[in-house]
């Protein structure tokens, strides 16, 4: 089993920035995704982006491109992965949702049915 807590949400206006993470506890994978996810009022989730459990790869939806980092921390005691958001805009409000899978075949990065666990989510509110 993965627990996945998020913190890290708040309000913010336009153009301004928010970190959220997401700390990882349980076990851990060779392989998978740890993803970013966001679903608004009245819309489907959304891919966000993902990083693989080594942290060598990142994937990013349109949306975050250029605008949105994803890292992890995985030293010591630490299995954290964190979103940066930069230029936040009031389209980006919603929650948002760390999701883990640890599948060793192939599974779509930014489908949320292939992440096996999910945390709570943490409300990310842009006002312009």
């Not at 336009?14 to 349980?26: E, I």
């Not at 970013?36 to 949306?63: C, H, M, N």
């Not at 954290?80 to 009031?90: A, C, D, F, G, I």
């Not at 049915?113 to 509110?125: A, H, I, K, L, R």
Request: overall charge negative; hydrophobic content about 30%; proline content about 2%.
């Amino acid at each position: 089993q993965v627990e996945l807590v998020e913190s890290g949400g708040g309000s913010v206006q336009a153009g301004g920035s928010l970190r959220l993470s997401c700390a990882a506890s349980g076990r851990t994978f060779s392989s998978g995704y740890l993803g970013w996810f966001r679903q608004a009022p009245g819309k489907e989730r959304e891919f966000v982006g993902a990083i693989t459990w080594s942290g060598d790869d990142t994937y990013y939806a349109d949306l975050s491109k250029g605008r949105f980092t994803i890292s992890r921390d995985n030293t010591n005691t630490k299995n954290t992965v964190y979103l940066q958001m930069n230029s936040l805009k009031p389209e980006d409000t919603a929650v948002y949702y760390c999701a883990a899978t640890g599948s060793a075949t192939y599974v779509p990065v930014s489908l949320a049915d292939s992440y096996d666990y999910w945390g709570q989510g943490t409300q990310v509110t842009v006002s312009s």
